[in-house]
């Protein structure tokens, strides 16, 4: 039974697990203050091409969001968020515990608008409700697509000019920097939004992202609030070691750019069999329409999501492929579909 149920069923990289290993009876500084943490945010900021940036290494993704959000915001303001962002849908209320209202949006692509964003600022004109403040984007998004340059640069640009805090969510950053549809950089993200973070939990990392903070008035005191939500880890090396195992050399990316041709693998097959798609998705979640009949069919070999049912008869699922998704295991699957579809 092979999982294609997400992109962190495997551990780690043998490279990470490797230098964990040889680093592993060196004495180092706690919280974050090891050399090899200062070592990988120096790297960061060298690969991203900007000194002026504040660096945090951070448990998971969700923590990461529930910390930044929470403290980039202020009592009686909100997020903005898609219908299908994840800290609306899968983070068990996370950032609404903290006091702060998440304001949905129905899209039809996992991606936001300034229109759609308008809609919400329109809506939102006093003191009597929250106060709409910090636009919640995820690249790629909870449905495979990907933000284009050109895209986020009109998100920038309108947030900026109606004073609005524009956070990315960068779980699945790696696979959507690898698509062959991307035109952004990490220089162009961090020169565009007011913070972000690079995801090494789905791309080949034991745990840990890399939170970007970009703007000048979101610095301060950060430790303190990572400290006060659990955050500040005593041996922050186990993060520092893996990220500066992730970009010492390209190991980031080529891991990400296997989980998308993996997946481009299974699309191509998907499409040669003239089933249809949920939602065009250049990323590693592919979210192919079958009829229910071969979906059960499948399971019996490989357990996935059923994404939504779309009648009666077809259903839209969910595969992830991953850093670690070998290609073999990809064309057993096309096999077995071929297999199942002509029975």
Same mark, same amino acid.
């Given at each position: 039974?092979?999982?294609?149920?997400?992109?962190?069923?495997?551990?780690?990289?043998?490279?990470?697990? =490797?230098?964990?290993?040889?680093?592993?009876?060196?004495?180092?500084?706690?919280? *974050?203050?090891?050399?090899?943490?200062?070592?990988? %945010?120096?790297? $960061?900021?060298?690969?991203?091409?900007?000194?002026?940036?504040?660096?945090?290494?951070?448990?998971?993704?969700?923590?990461?969001?529930?910390?930044?959000?929470?403290?980039?915001? &202020?009592?009686?303001?909100? #997020?903005?968020? /898609?219908?299908?962002?994840?800290?609306?849908?899968?983070?068990?209320? #996370?950032?609404?515990?903290?006091?702060?209202?998440?304001?949905?949006?129905? %899209?039809?692509? *996992?991606?936001? @608008?300034?229109?759609?964003?308008?809609? +919400?600022?329109?809506?939102? @004109?006093?003191?009597?409700?929250?106060?709409?403040? $910090?636009?919640?984007?995820?690249?790629?998004?909870?449905?495979?697509?990907?933000?284009?340059?050109?895209?986020?640069?009109?998100?920038?640009?309108?947030?900026?000019?109606?004073?609005?805090?524009?956070?990315?969510?960068? /779980?699945?950053?790696?696979?959507?920097?690898?698509?062959?549809?991307?035109?952004?950089?990490?220089?162009? +993200?961090?020169?565009?939004?007011? /913070?972000?973070?690079?995801?090494? @939990?789905?791309?080949?990392?034991?745990?840990?992202? #890399?939170?970007?903070?970009?703007?000048?008035?979101?610095?301060?005191?950060?430790?303190?609030?990572?400290?006060?939500?659990?955050?500040?880890?005593?041996?922050?090396?186990?993060?520092?070691?893996?990220?500066?195992?992730?970009? &010492?050399?390209?190991?980031?990316?080529?891991?990400?750019? =296997? #989980? =998308?041709?993996?997946?481009?693998?299974?699309?191509?097959?998907?499409?040669?069999?003239?089933?249809?798609?949920?939602?065009?998705?250049?990323?590693?979640?592919?979210?192919?329409?079958?009829? =229910?009949?071969?979906?059960?069919?499948?399971?019996?070999?490989?357990?996935?999501? +059923?994404?939504?049912?779309?009648?009666?008869?077809?259903?839209?699922? &969910?595969?992830?492929?991953?850093?670690?998704?070998?290609?073999?295991?990809?064309?057993?699957?096309?096999?077995?579909? &071929?297999?199942?579809?002509?029975?």
């Amino acid at each position: 039974m092979y999982s294609f149920k997400n992109d962190y069923s495997e551990g780690a990289h043998p490279r990470i697990l =490797n230098a964990l290993i040889e680093t592993n009876f060196e004495q180092e500084d706690g919280y *974050g203050e090891d050399r090899y943490t200062q070592k990988a %945010v120096d790297l $960061l900021k060298e690969r991203i091409g900007r000194e002026d940036i504040d660096i945090h290494l951070i448990a998971g993704g969700t923590q990461t969001n529930l910390i930044a959000i929470s403290s980039f915001l &202020r009592p009686h303001e909100a #997020a903005i968020a /898609a219908n299908t962002g994840h800290i609306f849908t899968h983070e068990t209320g #996370a950032i609404e515990a903290t006091g702060h209202k998440i304001l949905t949006v129905e %899209v039809d692509d *996992g991606k936001l @608008t300034p229109l759609h964003i308008k809609q +919400i600022l329109d809506f939102h @004109t006093d003191e009597h409700m929250v106060k709409p403040k $910090l636009v919640y984007i995820s690249n790629s998004t909870e449905i495979g697509t990907i933000y284009k340059k050109s895209e986020l640069e009109q998100l920038s640009e309108f947030c900026r000019k109606n004073n609005l805090i524009l956070y990315m969510d960068g /779980a699945r950053l790696g696979s959507a920097l690898c698509s062959t549809e991307n035109d952004l950089t990490l220089n162009d +993200i961090a020169a565009l939004v007011d /913070a972000f973070y690079i995801g090494g @939990t789905k791309n080949g990392a034991l745990i840990g992202e #890399a939170l970007v903070i970009c703007r000048e008035s979101l610095k301060e005191d950060f430790r303190f609030h990572m400290k006060q939500k659990g955050a500040l880890l005593a041996k922050g090396r186990l993060l520092g070691i893996q990220f500066l195992e992730l970009f &010492r050399d390209n190991l980031f990316f080529d891991l990400a750019m =296997n #989980a =998308n041709i993996v997946a481009d693998m299974l699309k191509q097959e998907l499409v040669n069999a003239n089933f249809k798609f949920l939602t065009h998705s250049p990323s590693n979640q592919i979210f192919p329409i079958l009829p =229910n009949s071969l979906i059960t069919e499948l399971q019996s070999r490989y357990s996935f999501h +059923i994404w939504e049912k779309v009648d009666s008869d077809y259903s839209a699922i &969910r595969l992830v492929t991953s850093w670690g998704t070998k290609e073999e295991v990809v064309l057993a699957f096309i096999h077995d579909l &071929r297999t199942f579809q002509n029975a």
